[in-house]
């Protein structure tokens, strides 16, 4: 059983620092062009609309940091519970 899951394991071990990393510089990229977007907004609806976009893109970056900080730590947990169970679905 340790030869089926453990291929899964490394993959997702060896990808989840650079997936973090790449979503960091992706977000602060994308946040910053939303800042300069809302900085030049002279219409208050223009104004609403750029800050709302903004607080979406915080909220949503955070969250995907969030998710991948979760996998990484239950990873381990996940893995011995596949042991325990020896791949049952039950």
């Known amino acids: 059983m340790n030869a089926v899951f453990e291929p899964i394991v490394n993959l997702l071990n060896s990808i989840l620092i650079p997936l973090l990393a790449l ?11 939303l800042g300069v977007k809302f900085a030049k907004a002279e219409e208050p609806q223009d ?4 800050k709302s976009a903004l607080k979406n893109a915080i909220i949503g970056f955070g969250l995907i940091f969030v998710l991948i900080l979760a996998l990484q730590l239950l990873m ?15």
């Open 47 to 50: 104004r609403e609309k750029a």
């Open 76 to 90: 381990p947990v996940m893995k011995q519970w596949v042991i325990d169970n020896g791949g049952k679905l039950n």
């Open 23 to 33: 979503v960091g510089a992706a977000g602060t990229i994308f946040c910053v062009i």
